[in-house]
């Protein structure tokens, strides 16, 4: 049965279950705060990861922050700050920590990613201009210790099933010829692979166009008005938006929403900063993480993007030159090649990430409202994982099952 779906968020998430939504044959309205996409979604890393089967909230994370806490410039920071949603996200966050919280996610991750990179590969196999590049990612350790770690992290994924490959420094040279690299070995995991935010953005939003949804921009939900336990509008300070079914996929403001609703859906925003550099002295063909640094390096055509960070510091956009400055410093230690002042006229751009405590998507039904899905906290993994969590919400629009199994992501997990 055809439904009105409204779609509060117009992210990469908002955009994929719109757009899967108004493909099946819904009507679909999505609305966004911005006048044009925003959000966390157009300056990511572009990268689709299969490897990252492991959640921020991963045992060693809690000392790590500690550690990185007096490092203005480190790349994971909790803004110490009087809040409660901060002190209790953090409570369980440090809760989720665990070796087998960790191994219980794992699978549902690695089925969730795997899903949307076939979903990625599927569009740009039938034309679609995303920059697709299905050439792997490369962990690049420049110590043995992290080598070392990241090799066991090796062996866990292929348990898993998935392709990763332990290389020594020459043979992670062999994959990226010309490329200097000071490292002490890599680690390539086959099936992940990167894409143009920008181009997958403007993909959907063709695509929503052409199916006949409707778009509403620069106006703002606030609030609900509701009959018994449906929402019968989302009200807005454009007027009120009546619908059959609703969709909040907000990503980091989310929790203010849901909270109209008395759904509990504790997030913090994670900010991150990106930089690209229009024509590099080298551009590597495959997209890397600097392990140890914890710096994204994605190739974007001729250009070549740096991103990193997760600085939890409340909803404030503004960039800080010191965390840039991190990104900035590390690049040259694993490319040699490069030097810190090729990156000085770059303008940084910023964006929030939708973090949950334990690290894994708010996606599903909740018990506190009949007619309401919610598509959020995709924290590092939002772009990898669009296309499928548009899938999942069109399924269960349409009352039809879950193409994956969504028990460990209930917005009800945390009360
Ligand atoms: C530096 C960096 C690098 C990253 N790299 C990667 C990567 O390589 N791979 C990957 O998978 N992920 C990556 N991410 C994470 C990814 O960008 C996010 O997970 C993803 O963008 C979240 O998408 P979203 O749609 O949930 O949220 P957003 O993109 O933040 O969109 C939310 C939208 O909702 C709108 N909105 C909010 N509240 C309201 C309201 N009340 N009314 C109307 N509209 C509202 C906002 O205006 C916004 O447009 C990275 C993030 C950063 C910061």
């Not at 979604?41 to 492991?54: D, E, R």
């Not at 500690?66 to 901060?86: H, N």
Request: hydrophobic content about 40%.
């Amino acid at each position: 049965m055809n439904q009105h779906v409204v779609v509060i968020g117009g992210g990469v998430i908002g955009l994929s279950v719109a757009t899967s939504c108004v493909q099946r044959g819904h009507q679909v309205t999505l609305i966004d705060a911005t006048p044009s996409t925003r959000g966390a979604s157009l300056g990511n890393a572009g990268m689709v990861v299969p490897s990252h089967f492991t959640p921020l909230a991963a045992p060693g994370m809690v000392a790590l922050g500690i550690k990185w806490m007096a490092d203005p410039e480190s790349p994971f920071y909790i803004k110490p700050r009087l809040d409660w949603d901060l002190i209790r996200w953090a409570y369980r966050f440090w809760r989720s920590c665990t070796a087998a919280k960790v191994r219980r996610a794992a699978p549902v991750l690695r089925d969730l990613h795997l899903a949307s990179r076939a979903d990625y590969a599927e569009l740009a196999g039938s034309g679609e201009d995303l920059g697709l590049a299905q050439n792997g990612l490369m962990m690049l350790c420049k110590t043995r210790e992290t080598f070392q770690e990241e090799s066991e992290t090796a062996e866990i994924a292929r348990g898993l099933g998935l392709n990763a490959e332990v290389l020594t420094a020459d043979e992670a040279a062999a994959w990226e010829p010309g490329i200097r690299m000071d490292i002490h070995g890599a680690i390539r995991y086959a099936e992940d692979c990167h894409l143009d935010p920008r181009r997958y953005v403007a993909s959907r939003l063709a695509a929503f166009d052409r199916a006949g949804g409707e778009s509403i921009r620069d106006v703002r939900a606030t609030d609900w008005r509701m009959e018994g336990k449906r929402i019968a509008a989302v009200v807005t300070t454009a007027g009120e938006i009546a619908g059959d079914q609703f969709v909040l996929a907000g990503g980091a403001w989310s929790t203010a929403l849901a909270r109209r609703l008395g759904l509990r859906l504790p997030m913090q925003a994670g900010k991150g900063y990106s930089f690209t550099h229009p024509s590099p002295r080298q551009s590597p063909r495959i997209c890397a993480i600097l392990v140890e640094a914890r710096v994204a390096v994605t190739p974007l055509g001729g250009q070549l993007r740096f991103g990193g960070t997760m600085e939890i510091a409340g909803m404030d956009e503004r960039i800080d030159p010191r965390r840039v400055a991190g990104i900035v410093k590390s690049i040259p230690r694993y490319y040699p090649e490069f030097a810190v002042e090729d990156f000085e006229q770059l303008e940084p751009w910023q964006g929030l990430r939708p973090c949950s405590p334990d690290g894994l998507p708010y996606l599903g039904k909740t018990r506190a409202v009949d007619n309401l899905i919610v598509a959020t906290g995709h924290a590092m993994m939002g772009l990898s994982l669009a296309p499928i969590t548009g899938r999942i919400v069109a399924s269960l629009v349409d009352r039809q099952p879950s193409p994956i199994d969504l028990r460990w992501l209930s917005p009800d997990r945390f009360g």
